[in-house]
């Protein structure tokens, strides 16, 4: 069992909390030194904070309070100071800008290299780096960590996926970093070009950025051979190094001395009973740059509350992979779902091929629920009756999971759209006139 940093991933549960109390109190101070923060916190007294719990005094921050303050509005250091600007990547509306110190940096890679050890990677792995650079968090971020461990970086991006593929095989990657569904594709062309996913050194993949089922983990493992981590983070809480699987893949253990992590109800915003669903709230605890109270992350996802200490001796909280941010949530015919129930029930039928679709009409009165799949080569040989039996199938087994009945269509593998960056499931053009 390996650590990059054993005293504090294993600080016995009442010091990790002496710690918070200490370092809430240091960032609500700190806080005050930035325009926003300044007014909001006038009649807060933090020397009376005696318990991780006493965060909830404070208000909440949302992605609201970030665009509203654009730029520098929350920034708690001289300008000169600033060694980097990141952003989001906009999926739900304007981007919003984060900034960092070099210490910042330092304290992020650090996370990051936790979490790569925690996996099992460590120096001697050539490392390929499958993602967006640039100013999203997830290129650079997983870069500095894995540098910072010793791995061979290969910063190869997204996209041009022979040339991934050849970079792959030329200097032998055993770990790799990339989105669920971009690897999924890579594994397609690695066929089209006559290889065998399973015939390269890969051994670990880190997954994330999006959400993403355990039984797309497991297609990503099973195709490729290799052991599959699932890693959450976004640019407001730096980017990844948030929460992150260890070894045993129980739920992604996310990094308490610097987060402090409460989950809410998303409606009313107040906190939830250990292991209930509900919207994760995070609050810095290092960050000197731009330090953020209580964010509302719109993220959805549950504490593992097993009552374990997690066998790799760590004694940070692990949480449940993200179900989808809470406007992911779709209602159809008065059903509330999410895309990542559907995802589920696709990625357990081995006909399904890597890529599909959501889409959500009006049709009259009614909504229309219509799920298009890709289905591997195989499927296409002209045998009908197994089609028809296929898409009775997933019919009934998607209906028995979410109750609304879908129509399954089926598409040849490579036919549906897809993105390089976050995939997009769903199309719902009920809004639209
Ligand atoms: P944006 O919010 O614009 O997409 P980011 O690039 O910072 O900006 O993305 C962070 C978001 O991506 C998270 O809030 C979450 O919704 C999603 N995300 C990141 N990692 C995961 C993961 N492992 N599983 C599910 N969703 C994830
Ligand atoms: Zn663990």
């Known amino acids: 069992m390996t650590f990059w940093d054993e005293n504090a991933e294993t600080?016995?549960?009442?010091?990790?909390?002496?710690?918070?109390?200490?370092?809430?109190?240091?960032?609500?101070?700190?806080?005050?030194?930035?325009?926003?923060?300044?007014?909001?916190?006038?009649?807060?007294?933090?020397?009376?904070?005696?318990?991780?719990?006493?965060?909830?005094?404070?208000?909440?921050?949302?992605k609201n309070d970030l665009r509203m303050n654009y730029d520098f509005g929350l920034v708690t250091v001289p300008r000169d100071e600033i060694v980097r600007m990141h952003s989001s990547s906009g999926t739900t509306g304007k981007a919003t800008v984060i900034f960092h110190t070099r210490r910042d940096i330092e304290t992020w890679s650090d996370l990051v290299a936790r979490c790569i050890v925690m996996t099992g990677a460590n120096k001697a792995d050539v490392f390929q780096n499958i993602i967006s650079y640039g100013m999203f968090t997830g290129g650079l971020g997983l870069h500095y960590g894995a540098e910072k461990v010793g791995m061979l970086t290969i910063p190869s991006g997204v996209g041009n996926t022979k040339r991934q593929i050849q970079l792959m095989k030329d200097f032998n990657t055993t770990v790799f970093h990339a989105t669920p569904s971009y690897i999924l594709y890579v594994s397609e062309v690695m066929v089209q070009e006559g290889y065998d996913p399973k015939e390269f050194d890969l051994r670990i993949g880190f997954v994330g950025a999006e959400p993403h089922s355990e039984q797309t983990r497991q297609r990503i493992e099973d195709i490729y051979d290799i052991d599959a981590f699932n890693s959450y983070g976004m640019s407001e809480l730096n980017g990844p190094g948030v929460a992150f699987e260890c070894e045993e893949k129980n739920g992604m253990h996310f990094w308490e001395d610097q987060y402090l992590l409460e989950v809410v109800n998303p409606q009313t915003g107040e906190k939830l009973a250990p292991g209930e669903e509900g919207e994760l709230v995070v609050t810095t605890l290092g960050r000197e740059a731009m330090p953020i109270i209580r964010y509302r992350t719109g993220d959805l996802a549950r504490i593992v509350d097993d009552g374990d200490k997690c066998a790799c001796g760590r004694t940070h909280v692990r949480i449940s992979r993200i179900k989808g941010r809470c406007d992911d949530m779709l209602i159809v015919r008065g059903v509330n779902l999410y895309p990542s129930q559907i995802e589920d029930v696709l990625m357990s039928f081995p006909e399904v091929a890597t890529n599909y679709q959501i889409l959500v009409e009006r049709e009259g009165a009614l909504d229309s629920l219509t799920v298009k799949v890709e289905l591997y080569p195989k499927m296409f040989d002209g045998d009908l009756r197994k089609l028809k039996k296929l898409e009775s199938d997933i019919t009934k087994t998607i209906q028995e999971d979410i109750v609304v009945r879908p129509k399954v269509e089926f598409h040849e593998p490579g036919s549906l759209p897809r993105t390089e960056g976050k995939a997009v499931r769903v199309i719902d053009t009920r809004g639209e006139m």
């Open 11 to 62: 600080l016995p549960r009442d010091k990790l909390e002496e710690l918070q109390v200490k370092r809430l109190k240091d960032t609500v101070a700190r806080c005050r030194k930035s325009i926003f923060y300044r007014n909001r916190f006038k009649d807060v007294d933090e020397s009376r904070f005696r318990k991780p719990e006493d965060v909830a005094l404070l208000p909440f921050t949302t």
